[in-house]
């Protein structure tokens, strides 16, 4: 049995339950932008297959745009619409905390973010209140479950908190959303859907954004005490 039959199999279909399939047309409207999402909705669909239940809408979380932007993107499949909000990265993908995803991680503690395919579970009360439970299928993000990557809402998330500080807040590797926003998540994406995260940076008039170079880091130089008077130090530098 393969990790996406288990994770169907064991966690989900006693919370939800399977439910058919229901597969759409996909039109091809909308700005390229919005073109380019329903193909990666439908590429990443069929490589889920059999875990998603539920194929009508996909989340894709365009990472390689600045958290300042609407990087959320819901791919409606049968009304044929893109709708495009807010969301929040890990601490551990963007430590200069510039609204920017530098890195992603798998591992425990890294707060950072996941890239890859996620199937959406069951809603549960957490630390953030009402939040979704998602299961990571692919080894970038297969440890998911264990280090508590779910959906969330968070004020750090808000249209004020953008206002205010020209970015988001940032998550322990989340996908952080404000109030209102969230909401929309909970009734569109929750139970059995599609959830993708990757740098594809997708700007909303279908160009790609560039993210700024880091910054280059100062060369740290070894301070050594000058030597005893006749002393010789055969390796400088080692101590």
């Not at 193909?39 to 600045?66: N, Q, S, T």
């Amino acid at each position: 049995m393969n990790r996406r039959e288990i994770i169907k199999g064991g966690i989900v279909a006693g919370a939800l339950g399977a439910l058919p399939a229901r597969v759409f047309a996909q039109p091809m409207a909308g700005s390229l932008r919005d073109r380019e999402l329903f193909a990666i909705a439908k590429r990443e669909l069929d490589k889920a297959g059999d875990a998603i239940w539920k194929r009508d809408i996909v989340g894709i979380a365009d990472y390689g745009v600045r958290s300042s932007e609407p990087r959320f993107h819901f791919v409606n499949l049968g009304l044929g619409k893109v709708d495009s909000y807010h969301v929040s990265h890990g601490t551990g993908s963007d430590p200069e905390h510039d609204g920017w995803l530098n890195n992603y991680s798998n591992v425990e503690g890294s707060n950072a973010t996941s890239k890859g395919a996620y199937v959406t579970w069951e809603w549960y009360k957490g630390r953030y209140g009402t939040s979704v439970r998602l299961g990571g299928l692919d080894p970038t993000n297969d440890n998911a479950l264990r280090r508590y990557i779910v959906m969330h809402r968070a004020k750090y998330a808000e249209q004020s908190h953008l206002e205010r500080w020209g970015r988001l807040g940032r998550s322990n590797g989340c996908f952080a959303m404000g109030e209102d926003q969230f909401r929309i998540a909970l009734l569109n994406l929750s139970g059995g859907r599609l959830l993708y995260a990757d740098s594809l940076g997708l700007a909303a008039d279908g160009s790609r954004v560039t993210p700024p170079a880091p910054e280059p880091k100062p060369d740290l130089k070894i301070l050594q005490p000058d030597p005893p008077q006749g002393e010789q130090i055969l390796n400088p530098g080692v101590y």
